[in-house]
T-cell receptor, first 114, second 122 residues
Framework: AQTVTQSQPEMSVQEAETVTLSCTYDTSESNYYLFWYKQPPSRQMILVIRQEAYKQQNATENRFSVNFQKAAKSFSLKISDSQLGDTAMYFCAFMTQGAQKLVFGQGTRLTINP | GAVVSQHPSRVICKSGTSVKIECRSLDFQATTMFWYRQFPKQSLMLMATSNEGSKATYEQGVEKDKFLINHASLTLSTLTVTSAHPEDSSFYIC??????????????????FGPGTRLLVL
């Protein structure tokens, strides 16, 4: 069974700083997708970024980028120039190709301080 | 694009009554919808996977007779909590997925989430 582990329950940084959230996963599959979702206080789940395992290039979305290390089964999220609106729970998630289910990590609560 | 709505956003009901929650994909056709439950400060727990026109697939430990799921069209899925009890109080979230563009293989790789429904059973 696939598992996703987020080892940082909580993190806190100052506005404009860069922060990296960790995620590791365990799978025997070779084709899969990885995701970072953000859940702000409104509790709306928002897709932040997506990575296809077959792509070597790390995905980026504006201030958000990932460091995908397939051999190490690591998928960290870097947030540059952090903003107050980035305060949220961040969930790392995994899905194998052909499957429909997302496997979520436990989440990291990120607080951006003014 | 890829907007999913949920209705109602919050509901309070008496113990023993049934509550229906709707999940709609507003700008795409969702062949698969998912229903999750989330307890405070915890991750999402998948309850069931719903494919249009077929019976839902429930996760282990989820009572299918208590949590009725209907996915009658490509844009609507409903979750009915039957004979609700206080322990059913929770935050329920739906998500919807669509086919990847540019490929004939039915691979659904991204789930888009609704805003959630807060259920309180008194």
């Amino acid at each position: 069974a696939q598992t996703v582990t987020q080892s940082q329950p909580e993190m806190s940084v100052q506005e404009a700083e860069t922060v990296t959230l960790s995620c590791t996963y365990d799978t025997s599959e070779s084709n899969y997708y990885l995701f970072w979702y953000k859940q702000p206080p409104s509790r709306q789940m928002i897709l932040v970024i997506r990575q296809e395992a077959y792509k070597q290039q790390n995905a980026t979305e504006n201030r958000f980028s990932v460091n995908f290390q397939k051999a190490a089964k690591s998928f960290s999220l870097k947030i540059s120039d952090s903003q107050l609106g980035d305060t949220a729970m961040y969930f790392c998630a995994f899905m194998t190709q052909g499957a429909q289910k997302l496997v979520f990590g436990q989440g990291t609560r990120l607080t951006i301080n003014p | 694009g890829a907007v999913v709505s949920q209705h109602p956003s919050r509901v309070i009901c008496k113990s023993g009554t049934s509550v229906k929650i709707e999940c709609r994909s507003l700008d795409f056709q969702a062949t698969t919808m998912f229903w999750y439950r989330q307890f405070p400060k915890q991750s999402l727990m998948l309850m069931a996977t719903s494919n249009e026109g077929s019976k839902a697939t429930y996760e282990q430990g989820v009572e299918k007779d208590k949590f009725l799921i209907n996915h009658a069209s490509l844009t609507l899925s409903t979750l009915t909590v039957t004979s609700a009890h206080p322990e059913d109080s929770s935050f329920y979230i739906c998500s919807a997925s669509t086919f990847s563009g540019g490929t004939r293989q039915a691979f659904q790789e991204t789930q888009y989430f609704g805003p959630g429904t807060r259920l309180l059973v008194l």
